[in-house]
């Protein structure tokens, strides 16, 4: 099982950039994958991008140039950093964990871009 954290959430205005983290615990040794999704009120939960053990990286049209995720070696951290936010990215963030074929999520965290 793995238990996961996220942080860095909050309130910015368009053009402004946040970092979210997402702190792992328990079988870290066992996750494949690493991602963060977003889901807007009313609206299917949605990949924003994703990063392998291996180090392969996956990004939605939306986020791409604009976001940059990352992760320490012992995938126990992994990172968001967006950039030029729009209000259209305002949604809740939440991160993945695949391990064994499962998805493990976190709680998410708030992210709140103004006009």
């Known amino acids: 099982q793995v238990q996961l954290v996220e942080s860095g959430g909050g309130l910015v205005q368009a053009g402004g950039s946040l970092t979210l983290s997402c702190a792992a615990s328990?079988?870290?040794?066992?996750?494949?994958?690493m991602g963060w999704y977003r889901q807007a009120p009313g609206k299917q939960r949605e990949l924003v991008a994703d990063?392998?053990?291996?180090?392969?990286?996956n990004y939605a049209d939306s986020v791409k140039g604009r976001f940059t995720i990352s992760r320490d070696n012992a995938m126990s951290t992994v990172y968001l950093q967006m950039n030029n936010l729009k209000p259209e990215d305002t949604a809740r963030y939440f991160c993945?964990?695949?391990?064994?074929?499962?998805?493990?999520w976190g709680k998410g965290t708030l992210v709140t871009v103004s006009s």
């Open positions: 328990g079988s870290i040794f066992s996750i494949n994958a």
């Open positions: 990063i392998t053990r291996a180090g392969n990286i």
């Open positions: 993945s964990a695949v391990m064994y074929g499962l998805n493990y």
